[in-house]
């Protein structure tokens, strides 16, 4: 079984930065995809970066030049790095691992979320 455990959030002002991570525990021998979601209150849970196994990225439009997301595949944690943050980034975030295959199964898996709350 694979557990994703995401670290990272809190308030920060406008204009800060703030770094998540996540961390898959378990027997894992690959995962495909990294992924960071988001969720406001209200909203849909709307993609807002990946990043394949190998290296390739995308970005929401409204994150682009501001948001980076990494993985390191030997660890299997991925990050993402938030700068120039806004009030409309307020949101819980999750983590996602697509295609993560163990001995028994290939599946995607979803972390808790971690609150970020952009404030003044």
């Known amino acids: 079984q694979v557990q994703l455990v995401e670290s990272g959030g809190g308030l920060v002002q406008p204009g800060g930065s703030l770094r998540l991570s996540c961390a898959a525990s378990?027997?894992?021998?690959?995962?495909?995809?990294r992924a960071w979601y988001r969720q406001a209150p209200g909203k849909e849970r709307e993609l807002v970066a990946s990043i394949t196994r190998g290296g390739s990225t995308t970005y929401a439009d409204s994150v682009k030049g501001r948001f980076i997301i990494s993985r390191d595949n030997a660890k299997n944690t991925a990050s993402l790095q938030m700068n120039s943050l806004k009030p409309e980034d307020t949101a819980v975030y999750y983590c996602y691992a697509g295609g993560a295959r163990t001995r028994s199964s290939v599946r995607d898996y979803w972390g808790r979320g971690t609150q970020v709350t952009v404030s003044s």
């Open positions: 378990g027997r894992i021998f690959s995962i495909n995809n």
